[in-house]
């Protein structure tokens, strides 16, 4: 999977199309992304100790990693490619040329 948890994304499909946000988590065997604040979902708790009259809490949701699209210094967002640079497997941006890892 070309995202990994940390990076900064842009989503380009879906109800949050636009939104930039870090991948709080990835889900390679799925191939699914969590990124902060998109993709919000409301989920109904029921009562606990915490909340005794329940609660509905706003949380992100796994997305598709074909919905999102890696975004690099410069904020430019582009298809992820491999290349070898000192001995090293490194991810790059195709549309800027800049190496992610």
Known sequence: MFVKTGDTVKVIAGKSRGVEGKVIKALPRVNKVVVEGANIMK???KPN???PSGAILEIEAPMHVSNVQVLDKDGVAG????????GKKVRFN???????D
């Open 94 to 100: 195709k549309k800027s040329g800049q190496v992610l």
């Open 49 to 51: 100790n915490e909340n």
């Open 43 to 45: 989920k109904h708790q």
């Open 79 to 86: 298809r992820v490619g491999y290349k070898e640079v000192d």
